[in-house]
């Protein structure tokens, strides 16, 4: 399996990621064909690392992106989204939300395109989701997910968030249909759908964000999110930033269970694991009990990869977290007990999408039923 070709990897939709940065109730008809629908899909795309064939037993997913480099996101400042949000507050009634209605259409639309990429544009939206809320600062109360300002520049165009265009407009279809919904709910209630619909635990979500019309002066500094290249103070420093500590960060960075990286776009190239569409603690085992070697990439970067399936790879800020005494017990945890993972995964993901929103305190928490169920 060591020179398995993208194709024949696991279907699974790929995290667009940067070298310069670490990485994040009800129904509706036909939620029953189309669970069935993508659980075999699923099992269709789970892959062994022994042999590299596909198989058909069951699996689960991810997180945080490593974006790519060089933003193909520059014509969304033009785009109908940032037009509309800059029309002046309405003050009739606000039209009552469906959100599981929402998340079903989203869900519906996860493998529209069997070819785009892995397969699946899960991984992308729980992407976008994160990088949406990483750039939360708790000192000076800035950035996160309320305001949706990556709608505009320059932060559109950082490097972090190459690719992400695609997630956003995918979205876009949804904003048509529910106008009332603001970006920054519909985005981060996608990624919780991206999490849940690939097999992984239920994210207690609620809504609240307000978009910014236009972008503030103070304008989101590139930078905010972790640096692939760099050790694991400065993986701390990021994320000590948003508030986050030890246990918290290694449990966010299990995300990577999903999605791939791209050498056209990150410097980086392929998954963490056979499995990218499936939300497993998966990413734990291989980190833990792989033998990893290093490989030169025609980008001028290096990671590291599995020595007995060279198309698996794990990033250099993750080897050095994984050396790291005190980060290092949260992995040996989570690849010995996936229900603990879990736990500790959607509480902290629940957190980074909840950084900087202005609550009322009465929001309706949503815990959203799968179309899988």
Same mark, same amino acid.
């Given at each position: 399996?060591?020179?398995?070709?993208?194709?024949?990897?696991? %279907?699974?939709?790929?995290?667009?990621?940067?070298?310069?940065?670490?990485?994040?109730?009800?129904?509706?008809?036909?939620?029953?064909?189309?669970?069935?629908?993508?659980?075999?899909?699923?099992?269709?795309?789970?892959?062994?690392?022994?042999?590299? @064939?596909?198989?058909?037993?069951?699996?689960?997913?991810?997180?945080?992106?490593?974006?790519?480099?060089?933003?193909?996101?520059?014509?969304?400042?033009? +785009?109908?989204?940032?037009?509309?949000?800059?029309?002046?507050?309405?003050? !009739?009634?606000?039209?009552?939300?469906?959100?599981?209605?929402?998340?079903? !259409?989203?869900?519906?639309?996860?493998?529209?395109?069997?070819?785009?990429?892995?397969?699946?544009?899960?991984?992308?939206?729980?992407?976008?989701?994160? +990088?949406?809320?990483?750039?939360?600062?708790?000192?000076?109360?800035?950035?996160?997910?309320?305001?949706?300002?990556?709608?505009?520049?320059?932060?559109?165009? +950082?490097?972090?968030?190459?690719?992400?265009?695609?997630?956003?407009?995918?979205?876009?279809?949804?904003?048509?249909?529910?106008?009332?919904?603001?970006?920054?709910?519909?985005?981060?209630?996608?990624?919780?759908?991206?999490?849940? !619909?690939?097999?992984?635990?239920?994210?207690?979500?609620?809504?609240?964000?307000?978009?910014?019309?236009?972008?503030? %002066?103070?304008?989101?500094?590139?930078?905010?999110?972790?640096?692939?290249?760099? %050790?694991?103070? +400065?993986?701390?420093?990021?994320?000590?930033?948003?508030?986050?500590?030890?246990?918290?960060?290694?449990?966010?960075?299990?995300?990577?269970?999903?999605?791939?990286?791209?050498?056209?776009?990150?410097?980086?190239?392929?998954?963490?694991?056979?499995?990218?569409?499936?939300?497993?603690? !998966?990413?734990?085992?291989?980190?833990?009990?792989?033998?990893?070697?290093?490989?030169?990439?025609?980008?001028?970067?290096?990671?590291?990869?599995?020595?007995?399936?060279?198309?698996?790879?794990?990033?250099?800020?993750?080897?050095?977290?994984?050396?790291? @005494?005190?980060?290092?017990?949260?992995?040996?945890?989570?690849?010995?007990?996936?229900?603990?993972?879990?736990?500790?995964?959607?509480?902290?993901?629940? %957190?980074?999408?909840?950084?900087?929103?202005?609550?009322?305190?009465?929001?309706?928490?949503?815990?959203?039923?799968?179309?899988?169920?």
């Amino acid at each position: 399996m060591n020179n398995l070709s993208r194709s024949s990897l696991v %279907k699974g939709i790929g995290s667009r990621l940067s070298s310069r940065t670490f990485l994040a109730t009800g129904s509706v008809v036909g939620v029953g064909s189309r669970g069935v629908m993508r659980n075999s899909i699923m099992q269709q795309r789970n892959y062994t690392a022994e042999t590299g @064939k596909k198989k058909s037993g069951s699996g689960l997913l991810g997180f945080l992106a490593i974006a790519g480099v060089g933003a193909a996101a520059g014509y969304y400042y033009t +785009h109908p989204q940032a037009i509309k949000t800059s029309k002046a507050p309405v003050t !009739e009634k606000k039209k009552d939300i469906d959100y599981q209605q929402i998340y079903n !259409e989203i869900a519906d639309m996860l493998e529209d395109d069997p070819d785009y990429d892995d397969g699946s544009y899960g991984p992308v939206l729980v992407r976008l989701a994160w +990088h949406a809320s990483g750039t939360y600062d708790v000192d000076t109360k800035t950035g996160g997910s309320n305001g949706a300002t990556m709608r505009f520049l320059p932060e559109s165009k +950082h490097g972090a968030n190459n690719g992400l265009q695609i997630a956003r407009d995918l979205l876009e279809k949804i904003h048509k249909k529910h106008p009332e919904l603001s970006y920054g709910d519909l985005w981060t209630l996608a990624g919780v759908c991206g999490v849940q !619909e690939l097999g992984g635990p239920t994210i207690p979500w609620r809504p609240g964000r307000q978009d910014d019309p236009v972008m503030t %002066k103070s304008s989101i500094p590139d930078g905010r999110l972790p640096d692939a290249t760099k %050790k694991s103070d +400065h993986i701390r420093d990021v994320f000590y930033r948003m508030g986050f500590n030890d246990q918290e960060i290694v449990a966010l960075v299990g995300c990577h269970a999903l999605g791939r990286c791209h050498l056209d776009r990150s410097g980086f190239d392929g998954p963490w694991n056979e499995s990218p569409t499936m939300f497993t603690n !998966e990413y734990f085992k291989a980190i833990t009990t792989r033998k990893w070697i290093k490989k030169e990439l025609p980008s001028g970067n290096w990671q590291w990869v599995d020595k007995n399936n060279t198309d698996v790879m794990m990033l250099p800020a993750e080897i050095y977290m994984y050396n790291d @005494k005190d980060f290092r017990k949260y992995f040996e945890l989570y690849a010995k007990d996936e229900k603990k993972f879990f736990e500790d995964f959607a509480a902290a993901f629940k %957190k980074l999408l909840e950084l900087g929103v202005p609550f009322k305190g009465d929001e309706k928490v949503y815990h959203f039923k799968r179309t899988t169920e």
